[in-house]
């Protein structure tokens, strides 16, 4: 799996977004967990030979089984559908267990009030926006975390601003 981030600024719709990142991560395991099917996954799995687990039930975590980890899993027409405290725990559990790669896919205008999330809901979640997209009175923002871009390096943490440089990776405290 390529781990470079996706090239996809110039993507205009929310399906060339996800084509982008695709393409761009070339996913040899890949899990969707939508109600109905994701065309452009389906294009994409056509050209590609992946491993694909589908999981289209209404409460996709009875059905995730424990042993299975993918390089990518793709979320979509699912959120708008579950309540708050179980969507936090399929975002979790994927991210945590499931995969280093999550893309989502979400609808503001198909979910009821109640159940509706927000920006800081995906980013309290360690997800970053990739873009939000318009068509007539529809909204989709696509969402992701990827886990190897997640933790940046820092410039600090280096022997340089330490106390005493020399014991720099000679003792565990």
Do not use: C
Not at 42 to 66: G, N, Q, V
Not at 87 to 104: C, S
Not at 118 to 128: E, K
Not at 160 to 166: G, L, T
């Amino acid at each position: 799996m390529n781990s470079a981030a996706p090239q996809v600024a110039s993507a205009t719709t929310p399906q060339e977004l996800l084509a982008a990142i695709l393409d761009s991560h070339h996913p040899e395991s890949l899990l969707t967990i939508s109600q109905n099917p994701v065309p452009v996954v389906e294009e994409w799995l056509k050209a590609h030979p992946t491993e694909h687990h589908a999981i289209t039930a209404a409460d996709p975590l009875e059905r995730l089984s424990a042993d299975v980890r993918v390089d990518l899993a793709v979320v979509a027409e699912q959120l708008e559908f579950m309540n708050h405290h179980a969507g936090e725990e399929l975002l979790g559990r994927l991210r945590n267990l499931h995969t280093g790669m999550l893309v989502v896919l979400y609808q503001p205008g198909l979910a009821p009030e109640k159940l509706r999330w927000h920006m800081n809901d995906f980013i309290a979640m360690g997800m970053r926006r990739e873009g939000t997209f318009l068509d007539g009175s529809r909204e989709m923002t696509v969402y992701s975390y990827d886990l190897d871009q997640y933790n940046f390096k820092r410039t600090w943490n280096n022997p340089r601003f330490w106390a005493n440089p020399e014991n720099w990776g000679k003792y565990w405290w």
